[in-house]
């Protein structure tokens, strides 16, 4: 199954509305930055390495929709642009990634046209979507040779090609693992509480024929406790300088949970989520989202009305407990900052 969790469609940045999934599939169109931001923000798309993508898109529409204008109008919309882009999803780095890539290009076209602008911003929106792919690729044949013949693989949250350009980190790891004849199975926890597990990651699975088990968030303990966990793969959001984690809430628990237990804890990530201009997990921005995805899940409500509400979207898992990264460059084990550092310097 190719998943197109974004697509160019007819002049718009068409996204699968995530919300709604598994029970519909359906796509929403966009045309500005404006509309992608909101897009990012509300959950339509998630996942870090997709969110950059989308972000990219995002510039790139603002700048066919402004290229009638004059210069001035031009480079004051697309401002604008980049700020509302930026306020829609603070954790995930690929957001930022993808936007400066954007702004160096734009920047490079210093005195040009709008009309050439806006096309050659639109062509690296396409060049950094097929370039995710890629990526994804190449994590996902680093770490297959990780997983041994029969593993059976707990993974949290979607870093699937739902999350992604297409292919995913987590579950492309898994996905080519699968390509390359070994015969592995997922254990996907749900991952409240916005239920990325339960209704994507296992959706992703079971349209591939890949076997699956779906179990709640405080299962994950008990499953390793009796020796039903062969390894642990998750994406992430953003890595740390030195190696420290953010990744969907609760990812710190099972990481916790498979050191007590000795099963190896991995986690998929391109370059681009390695942000080395923080030096720990204590100094990535943690958002906090709206207390009604913790009270309730779309029309029922199951909490008691008046209920004081917390609801962190990310946690930080330390690098001690990281077996390894899983880059498109290799695997780094036990990573730090000098070893991250020679990722950048190879």
């Known amino acids: 199954m190719q998943v197109e969790t974004l697509r160019w469609a007819n002049g718009t940045l068409e996204m699968i509305d995530q919300r709604i999934l598994p029970a519909i599939f359906k796509y929403i169109a966009y045309d500005s930055a404006s509309s992608v931001a909101e897009g990012i ?8 390495p997709a969110i950059g993508v989308a ?18 109008d031009f480079a004051n919309g697309m401002e604008s642009g980049f700020a509302v882009l930026a306020q829609s999803r603070p954790t995930a780095v690929n957001l930022f990634w993808g936007m400066e890539r954007m702004r160096r290009v734009w920047a490079g076209m210093a005195g040009q046209d709008n009309y050439a602008v806006a096309q050659r911003l639109l062509t690296e929106a396409h060049e950094i ?12 044949a680093h770490g297959a040779e990780l997983l041994p013949d029969g593993a059976r693989v707990l993974t949290h949250c979607n870093a699937g090609a739902l999350a992604t350009a297409g292919h995913g980190t987590a579950l492309g790891v898994i996905r ?15 991952t409240r509480p916005f239920l990325q597990g339960a ?6 699975m079971v349209q591939e024929n890949i076997p699956v088990t779906l179990i709640t968030d405080n299962m994950s303990g008990h499953m390793m406790s009796q020796s039903e966990v062969d390894a642990v ?10 190696g420290d984690v953010a990744n969907k809430i609760g990812t710190y628990m099972v990481a916790v949970l498979a050191q007590r237990h000795g099963i190896p804890f991995y986690v998929a990530c391109p370059l681009s989520t390695i942000d080395r201009s923080i030096t ?10 709206a207390a009604d995805e913790v009270t309730g899940f779309r029309e029922c409500q199951w909490a008691a009305q ?19 990264l899983i880059t498109e460059k290799g695997v780094v084990h036990h990573p730090n900052s000098e070893r991250i550092l020679k990722l950048f310097s190879d």
């Open 280 to 289: 720990s997990g204590a100094h990535i921005p943690i958002e906090e989202r």
């Open 306 to 324: 008046g209920v004081k509400v917390r609801n962190p979207a990310f946690d930080v898992t330390p690098a001690e407990l990281v077996t390894a």
């Open 176 to 190: 080519s693992a699968v390509e390359a004849g070994k015969r592995i199975s997922v254990i996907a926890d749900e």
């Open 55 to 72: 972000a990219a898109y995002g510039v790139a529409l603002e700048a066919l929709r402004l290229q009638g204008a004059s210069q001035a």
């Open 233 to 242: 793969v998750v994406g992430t959001d953003r890595v740390a300088g030195n």
């Open 41 to 48: 923000r509300s959950m339509v798309v998630r996942g870090a």
């Open 199 to 204: 209704r994507l990651t296992a959706w992703e």
């Open 129 to 140: 979507l097929m370039e995710d792919v890629r990526i994804n690729r190449a994590m996902g």
